[in-house]
C-alpha cells in the first residue's frame, strides 16, 4: 500500500500582472499571447500562473518582436509576494528592453524576367520598408520556389543574401 501526503500551503493569488517598456507593441497586444492572467472574478478567482508559463509567455514576446524586425530586445520579470502587504497575493512586473527595429532597405531578383517580377512581388511578406523578420524571407523564398514549380520548373533552387547590420544577435 502507498499513501501520499500532499500539503499544499498557503493558495497565492495573482493580483497584478504589468508590463512596462513596450513602445512598438501596446500592452493589449502583449497580453494576448500570454497564459499568465492575474485573478478575475468568476473564471479565475485565483488567476492562472507557472514559471514554465511565464517563461512561455516571454519567449511568444520575443518571438512577436523578431517577426517585427527588432532583433535585440531583452525582457525581465519581478515576482513578488505578500503584494502591498496582503498575505499570498502575488505580482508580476514585466520588464521590456526594447532595440532597434530593422526594415527591409532594398529588394532585388537575380536570375528572375521583368514580366516574372510582378506575380511574385504579389506572393513577398518582405518587400521594401517592411520590418525584417528571418521568417518572412524564409516564407518569401518558399513561395517563390512554389511559384516556379507550379509554372513548370521543377529544378528550380533559390539562395538568399540578406545585407544584415554587423551587430545583428539574435541572443535575448
Known amino acids: 500500500m502507498i499513501d501520499y501526503h500532499v500539503d499544499l500551503g498557503v493558495r497565492h493569488k495573482i493580483v497584478k500582472l504589468e508590463i512596462h517598456g513596450n513602445r512598438y507593441f501596446d500592452t493589449d497586444t502583449l497580453r494576448e499571447r500570454m497564459s499568465v492572467i492575474p485573478a478575475t472574478l468568476v473564471r479565475y478567482r485565483y488567476g492562472r500562473y507557472s514559471r514554465a508559463a511565464l517563461e512561455r ?4 514576446i520575443r518571438n512577436l518582436y523578431r517577426a517585427n524586425g527588432s532583433a535585440m530586445w531583452r525582457s525581465t520579470f519581478r515576482l513578488l509576494d505578500d503584494y502591498n502587504g496582503a498575505k499570498a497575493h502575488i505580482a508580476i512586473f514585466i520588464d521590456i528592453k526594447e532595440g532597434p527595429q530593422w526594415f527591409v532597405s532594398k ?3 537575380e536570375g528572375v524576367s521583368a514580366d516574372a517580377r510582378p506575380p511574385l512581388m504579389l506572393l513577398l511578406h518582405s518587400t521594401e520598408g517592411q520590418p525584417y523578420s528571418d521568417l518572412n524571407i524564409a516564407t518569401d523564398r518558399d513561395n ?3 511559384y516556379y514549380f507550379n509554372n513548370g520548373y521543377p529544378a528550380a533552387n533559390s539562395t538568399l543574401h540578406p545585407s544584415l547590420p554587423p551587430s545583428r544577435t539574435t541572443s535575448t
Open 107 to 109: 529588394l532585388t531578383f
Open 57 to 60: 509567455d516571454l519567449d511568444a
Open 144 to 146: 517563390v520556389l512554389d
